[in-house]
């Protein structure tokens, strides 16, 4: 991922709206509150009876901890009053996201509750291992390094039985920079339908990194070589499945593309966009699932997944990315705190922002940066390799969605 800007943040909390839904789920007895007339978002709630509806383990857990969290502010008697008379609305809010699937009760943030299904940490420990060693020497763009992590994952889709797009799986571009011209490449494969079609999905993950400074190397264990290993993981998963279950499978082309330069500038994926008008222009882009930095979780301990608000079904299909292993899906990144965290837009962050501009479709998997960020000490040791399991089969899931998913 490329670099932050240093931004200072003020940050307050305004407990009011919680003090109101803390205090409404303390409430014994629900049934005079009417919801009817009230419409969020499409959802009509008119004729729910709270009596009928059953918060669950989830809801109490909430309470719990909103209340615990609570407890140390002193509310003035103005904003308690307004607090009872918001009640209704509180309550109506919890109940809407409740209902449009916002909330998954399966999400614990926990690392515990994760329950892989088919991923394997040990090949993708060694898959970063591989990459981040010190024998690839950081994988900056026109080095050894990166040429070494080239002929790696050629390798690697070559054993997979993918195809080449056009020649050879390794696409050479040129890019600009403020006085020169340069040369990067990137790795793609394909996968075709059995039928010919014109329908294609594409994952991204960049391969480069920022190589050495005198004799520091800068591995990238987790930026990005634990998104290389979990489009390997995906890629090898899809030929097993294409092998034994076809059927289960939509009819699309795949392309999984290793991209190079994103670092200095995107330009991996800006040459990868502009290849894909001219060499495939009759081509339906149905979705670009960029990963980048997916090994790493903070607190709380789950991914990032940002693109959502391209897709007006998302909360049809979030579930099914974590019905089966449980992984704590965020859809924002965290507001940074303090005067020195880093402030990432995270629209242009990364190799999606080109594919953005092109109007096609993205989802983005990533955590925030961390203090081994663009270090020498982003390596392998630092890594959590079952959650990287886990944001694997999660973006799995997304490759395989039901078209319908993705039509806005």
């Given at each position: 991922m ?32 009417n919801l009817?007339?009230?419409n969020?978002s499409g ?9 009928s509806i059953n ?8 309470h ?8 140390k502010f002193q ?11 918001f009640?209704i609305?509180?309550l ?10 916002c909330a ?10 994760l329950?892989?299904?088919w991923?394997e940490?040990?090949e993708?420990?060694a ?5 981040s060693?010190?024998?690839?020497e ?18 690697q ?11 050879d ?7 600009q ?6 040369t ?7 996968a ?13 993950a ?13 591995h990238?264990?987790d ?12 890629a090898?998963h899809?030929?097993q ?9 939509p009819?699309?082309n ?5 991209t ?15 290849q894909?008008?001219t ?5 339906t ?12 979780p ?13 897709f007006t ?7 099914l ?11 924002t ?28 479709p993205w989802?983005?998997?990533g955590?925030p940066t ?5 270090t020498p000490?982003?390596t ?5 390799i079952?959650?990287?399991a886990?944001?694997?089969e ?5 490759l ?9």
């Open positions: 490329r670099d932050s800007t240093q931004l200072p943040v003020t940050r307050r909390m305004l407990p009011s709206l919680y003090q109101s839904l803390c205090l409404i789920l303390s409430s014994q007895n629900l049934s005079g509150i009817s007339g009230i969020l959802i009509n709630l008119s004729g729910i009876s709270p009596s918060l669950g383990t989830s809801a109490l857990f909430l719990s901890r909103i209340c615990q969290r609570l407890a509310i003035p008697r103005p904003i308690k009053h307004q607090s009872q008379r009640g609305f509180a109506a809010c919890f109940v809407a996201v409740t209902l449009s699937g998954n009760s399966l999400e614990t943030c926990a690392r515990t509750e329950k892989l299904t991923a940490p040990a993708l420990q898959t970063v291992t591989i990459l060693s010190d024998e690839f950081g994988r900056k763009t026109q080095t050894q390094g990166a040429a070494k992590s080239r002929d790696y994952i050629k390798q889709f070559e054993d997979l039985n993918f195809q080449p797009w056009g020649a799986f390794i696409v050479p571009f040129e890019y920079t403020f006085f020169t011209q340069e990067g490449a990137n790795v793609v494969a394909t075709m339908a059995t039928a010919p079609t014109n329908r294609w999905r594409i994952i991204v960049h391969y480069d990194h920022l190589g050495m400074s005198g004799s520091k190397i800068y990238g264990a930026d990005n070589a634990s998104g290389v290993a979990a489009m390997l993981a995906i090898k899809w030929q499945q294409f092998a034994l279950q076809p059927n289960t499978l009819k699309v795949l392309m999984f593309v290793a190079d330069a994103e670092e200095p500038g995107l330009y991996g994926s800006i040459a990868l966009v502009e894909l008008k060499r495939l222009p009759e081509a882009f149905e979705l670009m699932i960029n990963l980048d930095m997916v090994s790493h903070g607190r709380p301990y789950g991914i990032y997944l940002e693109g959502s608000r391209n079904q998302f909360n049809q299909f979030k579930p990315l974590n019905q089966q292993n449980r992984l704590c899906i965020k859809l990144h965290p507001k940074p705190v303090g005067r020195s965290i880093q402030s990432t837009d995270w629209l242009r962050a990364s190799d999606h922002y080109p594919f953005h501009k092109a109007n096609i989802l983005y998997f955590v961390h203090p081994q960020y663009h000490e982003d392998v040791a630092t890594i959590d079952t959650f990287l886990a944001v694997t999660s973006a799995f899931e997304l395989q969605l039901n078209a319908e998913y993705l039509k806005n």
